[in-house]
T-cell receptor, first 113, second 113 residues
């Protein structure tokens, strides 16, 4: 398996623009997590899904952020409109289910100017 | 709230010396705990995990960790570090069932010749 695949690896956008980050989990995994990593706040869980259903989105910073998982093999994290403070590395991770470890993608480095 | 704590932000160790990175958890029941490593510009890689049973678990790259219920700790150890071990180390957990995986703040490890 190719592991968790995230795209793009790097994204530079202007403030106010819409940004969409994409994630393909490992086949057969039914849990998916979106994390944000910054120097100031470390690794924060934004949202996670079980069987394509959002279970906990309490980490989503504000309404500008939204995440979807239309099927078991794809998820998106959208920021609209983007702001400079959204600059961070965004990680997607997936897990097989109960009591298992999460496998991480390589991350998307987002820079909002 | 369930959480893990890494009290050391930065540790410097000489190459060839032994290493211990601390992790404390807060939860009443026996948690599922993990150690991840992140090299610069990379995603997080699982080093080892504890689910139950033997309290001393072996991981990749020569790392091990010991679960101590009496101390609510899950410390990571390596008898002799190599320059390639320089990275950021994250303790994660506790995870029950399909709950979210939360991370400690990380410990940055620097290796000196």
């Amino acid at each position: 398996d190719a592991g968790v695949i995230q795209s793009p690896r790097h994204e530079v956008t202007e403030m106010g623009q819409e940004v969409t980050l994409r994630c393909k989990p490992i086949s057969g995994h039914n849990s998916l997590f979106w994390y944000r990593q910054t120097m100031m706040r470390g690794l924060e869980l934004l949202i996670y899904f079980n069987n394509n259903v959002p279970i906990d989105d309490s980490g989503m910073p504000e309404d500008r952020f939204s995440a979807k998982m239309p099927n078991a093999s794809f998820s998106t994290l959208k920021i609209q409109p983007s702001e400079p403070r959204d600059s961070a590395v965004y990680f997607c991770a997936s897990a097989t289910g109960e009591n298992t470890e999460a496998f991480f993608g390589q991350g998307t480095r987002l820079t909002v100017v | 709230a369930q959480s893990v704590t890494q009290p050391d932000i930065h540790i410097t160790v000489s190459e060839g010396a032994s290493l211990e990175l601390r992790c404390n958890y807060s939860y009443g029941a026996t948690p599922y705990l993990f150690w991840y490593v992140q090299s610069p510009g990379q995603g997080l890689q699982l080093l080892l995990k504890y689910f139950s049973g033997d309290t001393l678990v072996q991981g990749i790259k020569g790392f091990e960790a010991e679960f101590k219920r009496s101390q609510s700790s899950f410390n990571l150890r390596k008898p002799s570090v190599h320059w390639s071990d320089a990275a950021e180390y994250f303790c994660a957990g506790p995870r029950f069932g399909n709950e979210k995986l939360t991370f400690g703040t990380g410990t940055r490890l620097t290796i000196i010749p």
